[in-house]
Every structure is written in C-alpha cells, then in structure tokens.
C-alpha cells in the first residue's frame, strides 16, 4: 500500500524559501519517477517537477530555475526546494509518482504573502 506523507509548507514572504520533503513507502518510491504537484485554490491539480531514479530532473516553464527537485533513495524521501518565491506559487503541495497513483498524501500548504 502505497503511503505519501509531505512537510515543510508553511507562510513565506515573496521572494522568500521553503524545502518541502515527502516521504513515499510501498514500491512507489523503488519503481517510479517520482514528482511534486500542486493545486491552488478553485484550479486543477498540476505538475511542477519531476525525478527519475538516476536523478535525471524536469520542471514546468513557471518554476525553472527557482524550484530544485532532488532524492534520497536511500531514505524513499523526495525533496523539492523552492526559492524566490512568487505569490501564485500558493498551493497545497503533494508528491506522487509519475504518472501519479490514485492513492495521494495530505498535501502540505504554501503560502506566499506579504
């Protein structure tokens, strides 16, 4: 059974950092690329970044070169470091793998206000 539990969300100011963490069990983290999405309030649910397992990277236009994607397979935690900070970076932040299973974490919430 397929568990993923992110952290590390929390209020920034604009331009501001954060480092989201998700620790994934089950085969999920062993077999897949895995991917952080986000899903701001009244839109869809998107995808931000990605990683396969040999660390190869890939990220959406708004986010290239603020946002880095890494992971620790030894620890089945995937990371995502977020700087210069951008209001409609606002979001609940979720891991999955990719292409993402049906089973989804509590999500951690962004905020990026002044």
């Known amino acids: 059974q397929v568990q993923l539990v992110e952290s590390g969300g929390g209020l920034v100011q604009p331009g501001g950092s954060l480092r989201l963490s998700c620790v994934a069990s089950g085969s999920i983290f062993s077999t897949n690329a895995m991917g952080w999405y986000r899903q701001a309030p009244g839109k869809q649910r998107e995808g931000v970044a990605t990683?396969?397992?040999?660390?190869?990277?890939g990220y959406v236009n708004s986010v290239k070169g603020r946002f880095t994607i890494s992971r620790d397979n030894a620890k089945n935690t995937v990371y995502l470091q977020m700087n210069s900070l951008k209001p409609e970076a606002t979001a609940v932040y979720y891991c999955?793998?990719?292409?993402?299973?049906?089973?989804w974490g509590q999500g951690t919430q962004v905020t990026v206000s002044s």
């Open positions: 990683i396969t397992r040999g660390g190869s990277t």
């Open positions: 999955n793998g990719v292409p993402p299973r049906a089973t």
